[in-house]
């Protein structure tokens, strides 16, 4: 028996850690590594960013946050899975059954969609943040954009703001 | 399992510390718990996610996420951040003489 009680050490005095996720696809499959990751690193007290760019700002232009999509095309999971040869997965109608498919399997383990999913980070202290040239390239302003974003980010401003992060490009 | 007093207590623990006995904790152990990790006094708001994940823990069998709490306990992510400051979902599963929650989200 110990004398002294047993505390778990949650790390208060430690050093501040600091981790940094980089977006760039905007399908629903890769929209979920980063938000999962980045809600634990939050969880566990660590300063989360999230850069958004390329396809990846479909996570965060409001027109398509809530309507991702998954497609079995080039994936050889899911055509085993579904036992399908995969010419089949161009097909027209195979997209949205593999994403609803995917939806039914996320909401299964109650994970949420992925505007909840960026409300649910934002409100633990996510910083998320929009490629500025990703931005211009797809004529995209602030409005076009969901409330949570913080701003747009030129890479040199990301570059310095994630000094020290442990980076993750999705 | 190692043994450990806790509050003049002896108490079942994991190897980190956190409670693996559901019945051997208690509302006056919990102000012990919370003075262990830095929370001085248990608020009404401490108290609330406390009970929560206490009556959930026993019909689900696995400790709540911050997401359930805020779902299904009505306490909003951003108030458990400041109730359980940096590491909420650990924090409040001690204090509650719970396991941490095994989910992502």
Redesign the interface.
Known sequence: ??DA????????EGEERKIAFVCSKGTLDMAYPAL?MA??AL???VETHIFFTFWGMDMINKETTGSLKFTPVGNTTATRQAHMPMIFTAFPGIASIATSQMKKQLEAL???DVPT?LT?LT???CHLWACKMSVDMFGLTEDDMIDELEGIMNVADFIELIDGAQTMFI | M?????GGR?VH?D????LTEYDEWSEDLAKVLAE???IAELSDGHWKVINFLRSDFQEQGETAT???V?TVGGV???EL?QLF???????MS?VAGLPKPA???
Not at chain 1, 5 to 12: M, N, S
Not at chain 2, 2 to 6: E, R
Not at chain 2, 85 to 91: G, Q, V, W
Request: proline share 12%.
């Open positions: 028996m110990n009680p047993i505390v778990p050490d949650f790390g208060d999962i809600s634990g969880e566990q007290g109650d994970i949420p999913f649910h409100d633990m202290g | 190692p043994v450990t007093t806790i002896e623990v190897d980190e510390g956190f262990n990790i830095g911050l997401r359930r805020s909003p992510t951003k951040f400051p940096k590491k909420p979902a650990r924090k001690y989910g992502c989200i």
